[in-house]
Each structure stands twice: as structure tokens, then as C-alpha cells.
């Protein structure tokens, strides 16, 4: 690997700010050691169709605070299960890793940096066992990989969910109204308890505590008592009631992430009209967390990354990781990386606090 002359880098999953701050890092520090960058179009799909393109200094420049990735990405693609649609119509799912390495090989890349979250670091690990030197670079805005102290996205994500919980409080307290923000957070629900706290929601629902809706209903003719007309309920997509399921809005075959989540606001509306009698009004941020520009702690942090997977590849640690532990930057095996999912501790300090400010999370 100290030989190394050519690396491809990649995007994969659904895309977040800093994106394009980590590739701008990987490719300006890529070439300052005389190292070119191939970029790979639209995550794992353009590795298996062999879609790609030299990226230049030009590529690199101008790009720090634009939200998305100029290589464009998918959430469907995978080399070892791809999905396709048989001469019958039905869907069809083939192993087509060999066609990956075929292109890899191809284009003369000595390595992959990959981007993405756990089903596309899993991915990676794969390409790793076939062969593939691969360095990885944690993304989701759900902060939910135990591996990295914090991920990038997340921040510009939270950024916009709390914004949307200052934003809805003047309506609710205009209207006297209950008003519930959906955001995401399917297995995790750092989004919802932050901007939750960060913007003084009164009920905050998350995939770690079920919750019961008669006690949500509770909490809010509690605060009518109290003299506040008004109520906000800050909810993860994956929130569910106690011996309940998640809202799934739609199953997506031959996907490698194939549950939707999304419509839990509206059905905590319904039933807190139902058991209150309160006006109650739903609200779903849905891409707009995931969209525009990244905040300048997620761009300090994306461009941190982007060097120290250049300088894994350049020191021969294949197969890892780049993360964030405190305020350094330091790497994980990538196998280790995707095996546990940083939640939320229901008990921790961070849910302890919030319940002292009067916070519900509807199973008290």
C-alpha cells in the first residue's frame, strides 16, 4: 500500500451534508501525494456497471458547503445481491461482486474509500473478504454507529429538526394546539431527544422507550391544568407503543434497506384528538433533515475524516474505519464498526435531564 497510485472513492445510502466535504478531503489530500482519485458514480451501482470519473482539482474545489455528493448515491445497490427485473417482469436478485472486481481491476484501482452508514460499511466489509483493499468513512445523520463518537450529518440534521421545533412552538401557542414533528431516527432516536431538548419539547417519543398513548394524553391535560394551551411532541420514525410495532409506510423488495418508515406523527395526531379532544396538527421534516448545506461542525469533522482515511491507505491499515473518539481522529476495524448500533440508553444522563425540565416520554 505505500506504493499506492490510483484509489477509487465511493458514496453509498441515503445522502447527508459533509458528503461532499469528505470527498473534497480525500481528493485534494489524494493528490498532494501525487495519488489520483477515480470517483464512482452512484455508490455500488456504478461499481458494478462500471460507471465512473477522474476527479480533478477542479472536481474538488467549490464543493465544501454543498449538500448531497457531486458522485451521486443509491440505497438500493449491493454487488453481492443485486437487484434486477427478469424478462417476466418479477424482480430478480444475482451475485454480481465479480463484475465489481472486474471494474476495480479495470480502472487499476489499488483501493476503495467507501462512505457510508452500516448497510453500505457491511458492504465494504464484503469486498474486503473477496479482496478488495477498502478504508471506510462512517455517514448517517441517526449518529447511530457505536464505533464514532459522532458521525457528520448528524449535526446539520439536528440543526434542522430544532429549528423546526422553535418554529412550530409560535403555532401551537397561537392555536392552542398540539403539534407533532416526525424525525428521523429509525432504531435510534438521537435526533428526536435533542432537538427535543435543544428546542424545550414537551413530549419526546423514541425507538428506546415505548411509549403508551394514554400517558402521552396525560402529560398534555397535565400542562392544560397547569394553564399551557399548548403542547409539542418531537417523535422518531421509529417510535412505537408499548407491545406495538413501528409505522411502516412501504416494504421495498430486493433492497438492501428495504422497510420505509414514515407516518407516526399522523397517528399520534389521531389519537390525541381522539383521547384529548385537542386540535392537534402533524408535521413531517422527512429529507429536509438530510438536505442543504452541513453545518461547520459537520464540516470541520467530514474533512477530518476525509485526511485520516488518505493516511490509513497510505500506512497500509486496510480494512478499517476512520472515527471520531473525543476530540481525535482515530480508526476501528470496519467488521467491529458495523456490528452495534449506538441507541440511546433510556436511563442515561441525557434522558435523565430532560425528564428534570419536565419532559415526558410517554411511558411515565
Not at 248 to 256: D, E, N, R
Amino acid at each position: 500500500m505505500a506504493m499506492i497510485k490510483k484509489i477509487g472513492v465511493l458514496t453509498g445510502g441515503g445522502d447527508c451534508p459533509g458528503l461532499n466535504a469528505v470527498i473534497r478531503a480525500v481528493a485534494k489530500t489524494a493528490f498532494g501525494r501525487g495519488i489520483e482519485v477515480v470517483g464512482i458514480k452512484d455508490g455500488y451501482d456504478g461499481l458494478v456497471l462500471g460507471q465512473y470519473e477522474m476527479l480533478t482539482e477542479s472536481d474538488a474545489s467549490n464543493i465544501l458547503t454543498r449538500g448531497g455528493t457531486i458522485l451521486g448515491t443509491s440505497n438500493k445497490a449491493d454487488p453481492f445481491r443485486y437487484a434486477f427485473i427478469k424478462s417476466d417482469g418479477t424482480l430478480g436478485i444475482e451475485d454480481r461482486s465479480q463484475d465489481a472486481l472486474k471494474n476495480i481491476r479495470e480502472i487499476g484501482l489499488d483501493a476503495l474509500i467507501i462512505i457510508g452508514g452500516d448497510g453500505t460499511l457491511s458492504i465494504a466489509q464484503k469486498l474486503l473478504e473477496i479482496g478488495v483493499p477498502v478504508v471506510g468513512v462512517p455517514k448517517t445523520i441517526d449518529n447511530d454507529l457505536e464505533a464514532t463518537d459522532l458521525t457528520f450529518g448528524f449535526d446539520s440534521a439536528l440543526s434542522v429538526a430544532t429549528e423546526a421545533v422553535d418554529r412550530l412552538h409560535s403555532t401551537a401557542e397561537s392555536h392552542h394546539r398540539v403539534m407533532v414533528l416526525e424525525v428521523m431516527g429509525r432504531y435510534a432516536g438521537w435526533i428526536a431527544l435533542r432537538s427535543g431538548i435543544a428546542g424545550g419539547g414537551d413530549v419526546i417519543l423514541i425507538p428506546e422507550i415505548p411509549y403508551d398513548i394514554g400517558k402521552v394524553c396525560a402529560a398534555i391535560k397535565k400542562r392544560i391544568d397547569k394553564g399551557k394551551k399548548f403542547s409539542i411532541i418531537v417523535v422518531a420514525e421509529g417510535a412505537k407503543p408499548a407491545g406495538g410495532d413501528m409505522v411502516v409506510q412501504q416494504t421495498i423488495a430486493g433492497s438492501p434497506d428495504p422497510i420505509r418508515l414514515g407516518g407516526i406523527a399522523q397517528v399520534i395526531t389521531r389519537q390525541i384528538e381522539m383521547c384529548s379532544g385537542i386540535e392537534s396538527r402533524a408535521t413531517v421534516l422527512g429529507h429536509l433533515q438530510r438536505g442543504g448545506i452541513p453545518t461547520a461542525f459537520d464540516r470541520w469533522l467530514a474533512t477530518r475524516f476525509g485526511f485520516g482515511a488518505i493516511e490509513l491507505l497510505t500506512e497500509g491499515k486496510i480494512g478499517r474505519m476512520v472515527c471520531l473518539r473525543g476530540q481525535n481522529i482515530e480508526s476501528v476495524e470496519i467488521k467491529k464498526a458495523v456490528t452495534q448500533l449506538r441507541r440511546v440508553d433510556p436511563h442515561g444522563t441525557e434522558v435523565k435531564a430532560a425528564r428534570s425540565v419536565g419532559t415526558n416520554f410517554g411511558d411515565v
